[in-house]
Structure formats: structure tokens, C-alpha cells
């Protein structure tokens, strides 16, 4: 036993690597690249720490090259679903007995396990996973997983450090106790690691979860699980269950044990489960704290004093990288007349030269999009649009004989309110829409108005008062605001991430706010001198 008030080490950010030819972390890359690609994994359930197969399975695919299988992962029914809760609860009690310093330890050494052993591993997963170039996946599976696990240590300890003030001949304390029950983590596809946070951020606090990923990233988070293993995560405090959102979140959310969600993902699918768990409140024993990122139609507005070039570069980043399946990715742009001929010229000359392909081939830019449905739901968005007479600037085409490969397209559009300026398409379509610059205000009212979203959103000026003004006006138009920057690219202790309005609860990933959810504080009051008579000196005669 430690005899001693322990403090985690101070968290600084993973520095990127940068996978430039000659470094060794490329060569250790392309090596796991390789090993991964030539193997086909099966990869099981776990439950209580046990690998847990089932017969029915689901396929884990290439997206850039769909032909070619990497795995096959088993899908949990009634039976493995409740064997998971029943594991997650009972885990808890000897987890959350645990000292805080204990359970940071854990997390600790998975942040160290994966900046050096894990990190080809987890990268060359993502990117063959879910299609993402190698910038894309270092920046993602490796440093932002990386600063989740060493931050969130950070953030845990000082929460438990939070004490109220003691009068004379008293002590008061609060304790930060787990949440009673167990916690539902469902995460997404496009970020492995939010994969890896949503279920462990309400571990580190002592709290046990029932992990949900997408199918899309099995194959991602077979390795996250294998990673968390072997830092020394106990049986049973997370439990990894495959499955579509029907046939696992239904009996989860039925559990009269749930006390947590933690969600990323559609819109639609949280207001779902919200839906689900408000039918259900009497079941439950304590009101489940409900923590949700979902959508977003995300905003550059430029002014005309924007500095053009890097207005350009923003654009064309924060809406292409990872072919757009970010919910930060710009997907709607308010460019005012008096630059646009300049504006459009370089942004289209910079489409231009974006290669599409492969992402083993390490001078593709883009990848693939995640499935054939995302390939069907962006080919869409692009047609309607030829449908309706917008012009078609750059990209527009497409193909999937080898891989699902959207080509980045750029739209102009007439309407402020066409569909692929209000609807989420989260994928590479952007679309803008060009305003008189003498009206700058009537467009700034469009901007806050047209999306039901509020996730991020930027602004391009050089002139200060503009930038003042427009902060003011879109204040509550993105919970993740940046200034002459593009609207991407959150990064854990410096933009604590999440929106609010149909993007989510605003809990902030990447800050002591989200962690502060998963715990129940109890406060306790000792009387060191307690009273001995009822009697107060106001009751005695004068």
C-alpha cells in the first residue's frame, strides 16, 4: 500500500510523426501494413476478459479495396449481451475500490504501450480499417488516443481533488463515487480514437462499461482492446460486444442497471436512445447520465479582408481529409462576392491536384469512404445537386469497381438553403454559396440559422472588428469556433471538442468537463465536537 497523496505525471501533448520517407516510423508502418494485409483475422468478443465466439459473424473489409477481407469479427446476440452486463456490473465493485492512482496506472501504460509498441499496429489498423492515409491515422490512433488516455488521468485527479470548505469543528468532504450501475459506450467509425475514449474515460473514474463499436471499425478496435489487455485493465470493467445498434442497444438499454451513455454518432440514432431510455426511466436505479457528440454541417465564413490563400488552404483541408467523414468537416461555405473569382480559382487548382486511391500508396491524399451505403448517400447528395442546376466546380465523380472513391467535390449554389447546404453529408461534398458582401450581416443570420447543427465552425478576416462582430452573432452556432483557421482538428487539453443544439450534449471530449459526467459525488460531513443539548442560546430567558 502507498502510503502517500500520488499524482499522475503532468500530460503534454504525443508529438506527430511525421512517416516522411527515410524515418523509421515509416518503415515500421509499411512493415505492419504488410503483416496486417496478409492475414485474416477472426476476431472475438470479450466479455469479463474472456474471448467469446459465437458462429455469427461480420465482415471486416478494405474500404480502398473492398474485395479484400481483413477479418471476420463474431456477433453478439441476447445471451453474449447480457453476459456483458452482468460482467460489467459485477467488475465494478472491485474496480471502483480501487485507488485512483491504480486505475491511472493502466491508462498510463496504454498511452505508453501505444506511443511505441502499439503504434504501427493501431495506425496500420485504421488505415486499412476505415481507409485513412498515414498523417490521418498517426494524428488520430496514435497521438489523440495517446493524449486521451494521459489526459484524462489528469483531468480524474482533479475532480477528486475538488473539496468543499470546513467550518471550525467540522470536516467536509466530497466523495466522487462511479456512477451506480454500468456504462453504455457506443462509438463511431471515423475516429479510432474515440473508439478507445468512449468507454475508457468512465473507466479511469471507476466506472464499468459495455463497448459498442461500429462494424465499420471491428477491426480498429479488436486492436484497442488487445492494447488495454495488456496495460493490465481487469476483466469485466469493459466489455467489447459487436452488433448492430438495434440488436445490442435495445437489451442494453433495457438493463434496469444502465446509469450511463456515451455516444458518438448519428443524430437520429442518439434522439433514438434518448427516446428509449425516457420510456424507461422507472426501470432504471438511477437516472442515466446521457453524454452525446452526433451530427454536424460545419462552417467556414470568409470576410473580404480573409487573407485569400490561407482561406483557400482551409477549405480545402477541412473539408477533404479523410474524405470528409469527420464531424468537424467543413461542409458549407459563406464566400463573399468581392474575392470569390480569386477564392474559387485557387480552390479549384488545389482539388486539382488532390490524388484519390489506395492509402497504402502514401502519396494518395484521400481514401475511400467507409461502406457502400456512405458511397450511395454521397453519390446522392452530388446528383441532386446536378439536379437542381448548381454548378459543379471541381470532382463530381465517381467510381466502385475497386473501392468505394468519391472524388472531392466542390459546389457553388445559388440557394443558401439547398439541401447539400443544410443536410449533414459527411462525406467529400462541400458546397458554397456566394453573398453580396454589402449584406455581410444577412449572411452571417444564414450561417446561424441554416443547420439545425452547432458543432464547429469558422471565420476568415483580418479585420478584428468583423471578427468580434461575427463571434457575437454565431456564438451559439458551433460549440468548436476558429478564427482564420480551419474547423478540424481539436486537439485534447487545447480544444476540449463538442457542440451543442442536434450536435450533441456538449460534454467536451478532451477536458475535465466530459470526465466530471461520470461521477456521483457524495458529500460527507464529520462533526468533530457535536451538541449535547437540544436547547439554542436563543431560547434562554432574558
Not at 453474449?80 to 471502483?96: C, L, N, P, S, T
Not at 476483466?235 to 438495434?246: D, E, F, K, R, T
Not at 478540424?488 to 468537463?513: E, H, I, Y
Amino acid at each position: 500500500m502507498l502510503n502517500a497523496q500520488a499524482h499522475v505525471p503532468p500530460p503534454v501533448n504525443e508529438p506527430v510523426l511525421s512517416h516522411a520517407p527515410g524515418s523509421p516510423e515509416r518503415a515500421a508502418l509499411r512493415a505492419e501494413l504488410a503483416r496486417l494485409s496478409g492475414a485474416e483475422l477472426e476476431m472475438p468478443l470479450v466479455i469479463d476478459g474472456k474471448a467469446v465466439t459465437t458462429g455469427k459473424l461480420g465482415t471486416a473489409v478494405m474500404p480502398h479495396a473492398h474485395a479484400h477481407v481483413l477479418g471476420r469479427f463474431h456477433l453478439a446476440g441476447p445471451a453474449e449481451i447480457g453476459a456483458a452486463i452482468d460482467a460489467a456490473v459485477k467488475a465494478q465493485a472491485d474496480w471502483a475500490r480501487l485507488p485512483q492512482s491504480a486505475r491511472a496506472a493502466v491508462f498510463l501504460k496504454a498511452a505508453d504501450l501505444l506511443a511505441t509498441k502499439y503504434r504501427p499496429v493501431l495506425n496500420a489498423a485504421t488505415m486499412l480499417g476505415q481507409s485513412k492515409t498515414a498523417h490521418q491515422a498517426e494524428i488520430d490512433a496514435a497521438c489523440e488516443l495517446i493524449d486521451f488516455f494521459r489526459f484524462n488521468v489528469h483531468f480524474a485527479e482533479r475532480i477528486l481533488a475538488e473539496q468543499p470548505l470546513s467550518g471550525p469543528g467540522m470536516w467536509n468532504q466530497v466523495d466522487a463515487r462511479p456512477l451506480e450501475g454500468f456504462v453504455f459506450a457506443v462509438s463511431p467509425f471515423n475516429f479510432t480514437s474515440i473508439a478507445g475514449n468512449l468507454p475508457t474515460a468512465p473507466a479511469i473514474l471507476g466506472n464499468t462499461a459495455v463497448w459498442k463499436p461500429a462494424s465499420t471499425a471491428a477491426y480498429s478496435a479488436h486492436f484497442i482492446m488487445q492494447l488495454l489487455t495488456e496495460a493490465g485493465l481487469p476483466p469485466g470493467v469493459i466489455n467489447l460486444v459487436y452488433g448492430s445498434g438495434a440488436a445490442v442497444g435495445d437489451r442494453v438499454l433495457d438493463s434496469p442497471h444502465l446509469a450511463g451513455i456515451h455516444f458518438t454518432g448519428s443524430t437520429g440514432m442518439f434522439q433514438g436512445m434518448w427516446r428509449r431510455v425516457a420510456e424507461r426511466l422507472d426501470r432504471y436505479r438511477t437516472y442515466p447520465r446521457l453524454v452525446g457528440e452526433t451530427g454536424g454541417k460545419d462552417f467556414i465564413f470568409a470576410h473580404e479582408s480573409a487573407d485569400r490563400q490561407a482561406l483557400a488552404v482551409a477549405i480545402v483541408r477541412g473539408a477533404f481529409e479523410f474524405q470528409g467523414q469527420k464531424c468537424s468537416a467543413a461542409s458549407r461555405v459563406y464566400l463573399p462576392a468581392t474575392i470569390a473569382d480569386d477564392v474559387r480559382q485557387r480552390v479549384v487548382a488545389m482539388i486539382g491536384e488532390l490524388t484519390v486511391g489506395d492509402v497504402r500508396d502514401f502519396s494518395n491524399f484521400m481514401g475511400a469512404v467507409i461502406d457502400k451505403n456512405a458511397y450511395r448517400d454521397h453519390t446522392g447528395f452530388i446528383e441532386h445537386a446536378r439536379a437542381e442546376g448548381a454548378k459543379i466546380l471541381a470532382g463530381g465523380t465517381y467510381d466502385d469497381q475497386l473501392g468505394w472513391f468519391v472524388q472531392p467535390t466542390l459546389i457553388e449554389t445559388e440557394n443558401p438553403k439547398s439541401k447539400t447546404m443544410c443536410e449533414e453529408i459527411f462525406g467529400p461534398v462541400l458546397t458554397w454559396y456566394v453573398y453580396d458582401a454589402a449584406r455581410v450581416d444577412d449572411a452571417l443570420g444564414l450561417c446561424d440559422e441554416t443547420s439545425p447543427y452547432a458543432l464547429t465552425g469558422a471565420v476568415f478576416a483580418q479585420d478584428r472588428a468583423f471578427i468580434e462582430r461575427a463571434s457575437l452573432r454565431l456564438r451559439h452556432a458551433a460549440g468548436n469556433f476558429y478564427i482564420n483557421d480551419k474547423p478540424t482538428g481539436a486537439v485534447v487539453g487545447q480544444q476540449p471538442f463538442g457542440g451543442a443544439r442536434a450536435s450533441g450534449t456538449n460534454d467536451k471530449a478532451g477536458s475535465l468537463w466530459n470526465l466530471i459526467r461520470w461521477v456521483s459525488p457524495r458529500t460527507i460531513k464529520e462533526t468533530f465536537a457535536p451538541p449535547t443539548s437540544w436547547r439554542y442560546p436563543f431560547l434562554a430567558k432574558d
